[in-house]
């Protein structure tokens, strides 16, 4: 997006100013323009009803909120909530964006006619009215702030705020006009939108937002059934290695139900700190992300018409090039040992992830989180699906965009800024399209980015990946955190800022972390808030903590180091004793219990903070030689200083480096395998519950980057 695009978004939030202003010149100048201007600029005490039911091109969607109840437990109409108190943004749809819309339903044959008398049923009928204005409605609650004033600059990024079907709307900026923005690609009216009432926002629309419903899985196997070109090839191979009935799950119906009939308690202020209420998430959804070859590679590389490619074609082009060539050469597909299995499944993630949210940016060395400006490179680490292995997305200021498994050479000295330099053609990764969101291909439970190279996960991949530091952030090890909208939300409404999880006794709601019945595992994701956390959220799990994680896969087989990063800058932490394996029934012990009160150069604990010389810390100086000398003399102890590439203020250029709150600490050093899983645990070795863990972010690095004679890992 060009400067001025982004200018345009930024202007966005000073428009109630600028309204009431343009409002009050109207009254002196006349208006040629046959605009539906007359209640654009709105400074009265009018609602968002008001303003709809005034003019008669809304008269239909009018008519639809008038019928349809706030939810199948309220009688109270949409047009009622409309015109209450509240922070409301609606994307309203015209009558004939309306009448559009009952024309795709026919043409479909869904109904018999285009009008609303062609619905089979009254139950159908219904059932469409709630799509219509379920999905054009977003419920601030009481946040005062109007979400879609500032819609996000990344291209078909989302709108944190979900709307009342719980779907977060994707945003499109159109190459038509830079005033024109498409919701889930229906065109937005380029004259008509922000418009203010005293309850919220207005945009008109000249299309219908209604999402479509499908499934990944339902979505894949209609592509085959109909012979749809763009991802057929893709949907094939994943359907073969028996996916289907995974990647058409949505929603965690059990939950859903234990939620509501109130088997998950909602809410505590147990063990609270400054007031806060926190609760447990209303949904478990499932989700998925998809890096798809497109029809047009396979059909250049396998020399048929997409179509016609078999499954046998993939095979065997995949056998001639030796990929996996450990994997099975056989016709059992669902086999993890198999070679399509392995190959379709490091295509797929167990959480969805939107375009703003592929690498999140927050706070690295140099981003303008206001401008929405890169700063230093910056990396994400998942665990594909199938047979666990990892996947790096990254995206640098240089890189032009979002690539998997790019390994660029980076300014990483000690004078540097982590910047890319340049980037060997073999190392340049793979460029991550931009998903096609139109009609069909809006997948309700995934996110298909288009790739135009082989996604594999091959020698040179794994060579790089232990040749440099991997830094992962926990919460991007829990894929539930990405799939419910937990992860560095940025909705500032208290149930999104204080998240509870369940004890797994209680519900299994984690899959990758066992919590013990006197846990509370809590949950914060820091964007309203000026944490010095390396991407704003923090883990702050209280009780008489005892909790394990599942770790995520090392690349190669060889000795690693796994650190764990703090921020102490109060008196409630901890001590915790680490605990580290592949059986979870016999996790041994890593060496004495950790004070997490410890910071670089003092112990706060409750009763006062203290002086301390036991981490080595000390203050960068000018001379380089002296600065690495004492890193060395802090990993002698365990320790080491923050990392550079985290700054700890926004918008400057502040290193978790030079702050002596922020340190790293060695907790394992042991020979790890590709091939096993790991468990890291944590166990408090205090009797108080208020006392905490914190958790920001974890690392995995090899011994050939933490013990290299030749290049002394980077600062960064």
Known sequence: MSFGNILMTQTRKSFFAVAVIAAMVSCFVSCTETIDSSSRYVFKDITIADYLQKHEQYSEYVRLLTQVPVSRISETTLIQLLSARGNYTVFAPTNDAIQLYLDTLWRKGIITEPSWDGFHSERA????????????????????????????IQQDGEISLPNMYDRRLSVHLSDDSLDLYLINNEPMDVRNHDIPAINGVIHIMNGVVAPSNNTLGHWMFDNIDQGREGFHVASMLALAVGLRDTLDMYQDQVYEDMY????????????ELEGHNFHTPEHRYYGFTYFAETDSFWTAEIG????????????????AKGIYPEAARNTDYEDEGNLLNQFVTYHLLPER??????????????????????????????TTMGKRRLLKIYESKESNGVFLNRFPVLNNGRDGDYHELSCAPENEGIFIGSPNLEGENNVRNAMVYPIDKLLVYDDRTRDNLQRNRIRFLVSSMLPEFMNNNIRMCEIQQTKYLDVWIPSTNEYNYLENVIISDDTRFYYWPGTHAGWRNFESDEFTIRGIQDVTFTLPPVPRRGTYEIRYAIQNGGDKRGMVQFYWGKDLEKLAPMGIPLDLRLSGQYLRTARGTFPSTE?????????DDYNAEVDKRMRNKGFMKGAAQQATKDNTTEKARDQETTTRRIIVRQTMDPDETY?????????????????????????EVYDNPETPEDIW
């Not at 469409?128 to 996000?152: A, H, R, W």
């Not at 703003?356 to 994400?380: D, I, T």
């Not at 981490?615 to 001379?623: I, Y």
């Not at 108080?688 to 863990?693: K, V």
């Open 125 to 152: 009928r219904d059932s469409i009215e709630k799509v219509v204005v379920y999905n054009s409605i977003l419920d601030g609650g009481d946040n005062t702030q109007v979400y879609t004033y500032d819609f996000p």
């Open 304 to 319: 048929k018409p997409a179509l016609e490619i078999t499954i046998e074609d993939v095979v065997a082009y995949l056998d």
């Open 679 to 703: 468990y890291l645990r944590f166990k408090t070795v205090m009797d108080d519950p208020t006392r905490f863990l914190y958790m920001d972010y974890l690392e995995y690095v090899a011994k």
């Open 260 to 271: 509501l009939r109130g088997d998950i308690k909602v809410n505590t202020t147990e063990y």
């Open 353 to 382: 992830l939107p375009t703003n949210h592929l690498v999140y940016h927050w706070s690295e060395y140099g981003y303008n989180r206001n401008m929405k400006q890169l700063g230093s490179a910056l990396s994400e680490f998942y």
């Open 615 to 623: 981490t080595g810390w000390e203050q960068d100086s000018d001379d």
